[in-house]
């Protein structure tokens, strides 16, 4: 299967701060890869999908970027309600594989 | 607007079965694959099934094959998770959730708020 790695683990940030997330996977997925977003005692949100574009009612800060094995989330300026955990998913190949997470926390 | 609203969980013993429903509104559901989506209590999430519009399709993650089965009624907007042979490692918040457009193979734009399945004796 193919394992997705994400760095780093927790991401400390000043609000107002770009934060930039990384996610590599394995082998290839193409450009078929997705980003969301989880706070406490909620589902994961959508973020971004094909990669780099951005699911419905998704602010412009959110962008991302990458093919192949290596992709980036970059928040370009941090909002109270962004602190929360991203995490990246491939769906290019079976089974879909998710990676461990990114904590943005609070600088 | 899309709902999807997951119920059936509880607490079961190792070795038991549970049933899992999703009931989908404010869409076509049956246009639709729909996907089974797993969290153990403070990790991270874990994708367990897929099942295309029409039924034809079914797959599977490895630590679930043989013991799950995906299924889905149409006419009643509903997604089923039939569970047997359970372990106390699928404890999780189980959730539905729908891809954008439909599509089998891109991201999960709708998510209901999970149910969570505890096994344990």
């Known amino acids: 299967e193919v394992v997705m790695t994400q760095s780093p683990a927790t991401l400390s940030v000043s609000p107002g701060e770009r934060a930039t997330l990384s996610c590599r996977a394995s082998q290839s997925v193409s450009d078929n890869l997705a980003w969301y977003q989880q706070k406490p005692g909620q589902a994961p949100r959508l973020l971004i999908y094909v990669a780099s574009t951005r699911a419905t009612g998704v602010p412009a800060r959110f962008s991302g970027s990458g093919s192949g094995t290596e992709f980036t989330l970059t928040i370009s300026s941090l909002q109270s309600e962004d602190f929360a955990v991203y995490y990246c998913q491939q769906y290019n190949n079976w089974p879909q594989t998710f990676g461990g997470g990114t904590k943005v926390e609070i600088k | 607007e899309v709902h999807l609203v997951e119920s059936g969980g509880g607490l079961v013993k190792p070795g038991g079965s549970l049933r899992l429903a999703c009931a989908g509104s404010g869409f076509t559901f049956s246009s639709y694959t729909m996907n089974w989506v797993r969290q153990a209590p403070g990790k991270g999430l874990e994708w367990v099934s897929s099942i295309t519009s029409s039924s034809s399709d079914t797959f599977y993650a490895d630590s679930v094959k043989g013991r799950f089965t995906i299924s889905r009624e149409n006419a009643k907007n509903s997604l089923y998770l039939h569970m047997n042979s359970l372990r106390a490692e699928d404890t999780a918040v189980y959730y539905c959730?729908?891809?954008?457009?439909?599509?089998?193979?891109?991201?999960?734009?709708?998510w209901g708020p999970g149910t969570l399945v505890t096994v344990s004796s």
């Open positions: 959730a729908r891809p954008v457009g439909g599509y089998l193979h891109i991201g999960l734009d709708y």
